[in-house]
């Protein structure tokens, strides 16, 4: 099929401004709605959702991505692969109450960078304009990936997003936050201690701690450590690959690199596929903390 041509299209008569209040309401309801996941908040399943949003993405036909916002339909939302992610849609739902002129692939996206940048993360330049698709345009399920893999699966994966060994790296670098719960993927844990501030610790984890390779309940293999720290399959391939080593490596011994590297394929991820007309802005957002200096 010939790539379809997705141009961002600015939501009529709004301003970085405008934006800035949607990221300031998002940052406020992640303080206000803290007890979520035992005291992990929001954060990091808004992260999950704005990747997952945009995961979806086929440069070869330029179908799926962050663009048409498909994910608020049905047969996206109930893809086994976004198992927990309902949270975060739920959470967003109040927001675009609030905010009714935004399109859903800004939203997810943007949820995204605001919880990152509330999280202590790089400052993400974000651009407005992606354009709600109908239904027809909901990708099909299984174009995410499964963590029952190793690195060539890995590797193999990002090609259809043209990511290279080092971007691939950078992001997963984002299991730093959140965890596993195994009522949605089969796997248990979380990948380190601070699973609410965004950090180079899943690089350090993945090369420091003493790793076990065991059965979770469901049947999958997960990496245990005496700390109480886990990795998944596709985590721990990372540590098996010498080229993704080397990426490692520098990632666990220079958290800014870490967060230059991840920043722009994150940027990345969230844009692939769509066209920003000259004259759209690039936004860096505030934090609440910036804001009330
Ligand atoms: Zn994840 N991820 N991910 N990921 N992810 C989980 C959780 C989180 C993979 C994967 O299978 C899983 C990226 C890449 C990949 C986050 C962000 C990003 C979970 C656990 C699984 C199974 C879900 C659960 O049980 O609730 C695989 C196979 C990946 C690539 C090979 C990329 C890229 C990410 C962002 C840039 C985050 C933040 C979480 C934690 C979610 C939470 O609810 O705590």
Not at 60 to 68: I, L, T
Not at 133 to 141: I, M, V
Not at 156 to 166: C, L
Not at 183 to 211: C, D, H, K, M
Request: hydrophobic letters at 30%; a negative charge; aromatic letters at 14%.
């Amino acid at each position: 099929a010939a790539p379809a041509l997705r141009v961002a299209e600015v939501e009529k008569g709004k301003t970085p401004e405008d934006f800035q209040q949607v990221y300031n309401a998002i940052a406020k309801k992640i303080i206000d709605d803290d007890e979520y996941d035992n005291y992990i908040g929001y954060g990091p399943v808004l992260v999950r959702l704005s990747w997952h949003s945009a995961g979806t993405f086929d440069k070869n036909d330029n179908s799926g991505g962050s663009y048409g916002g498909t994910y608020r339909f049905p047969k996206e939302t109930n893809d086994p692969s976004n198992k927990g992610l309902q949270n975060a849609k739920a959470f967003l739902e109040p927001i675009y109450e609030q905010f009714p002129w935004i399109s859903h692939g800004d939203l997810y996206t943007l949820g995204g960078v605001t919880a990152l940048q509330e999280m202590q993360g790089p400052k993400v330049p974000w651009r407005p304009g992606r354009v709600d698709l109908p239904e027809s345009a909901t990708p099909e399920n299984g174009r995410l990936p499964d963590a029952e893999n190793g690195a060539d699966y890995v590797r193999n994966f990002f090609k259809r997003f043209g990511f290279t060994d080092q971007e691939v790296v950078a992001l997963i670098g984002a299991h730093a936050l959140g965890k596993t719960h195994m009522a949605n993927s089969g796997y248990e844990g979380p990948w380190g201690a601070a699973t609410n501030t965004f950090s180079n610790e899943f690089f350090v984890n993945l090369l420091n701690e003493q790793w076990k390779k065991e059965k979770t309940e469901a049947g999958n293999s997960q990496y245990n450590s005496p700390s109480g720290f886990m990795m998944m399959p596709t985590d721990f391939a990372l540590k098996e690959d010498n080229t993704y080593l080397k990426y490692v490596k520098k990632y666990a011994e220079n958290q800014d690199v870490f967060f230059e590297d991840f920043k722009n394929a994150y940027k990345k991820l969230l844009e692939n596929g769509i066209e920003f007309p000259e004259g759209t802005p690039t936004i860096v957002f505030k934090t609440l903390d910036e804001q009330e200096q």
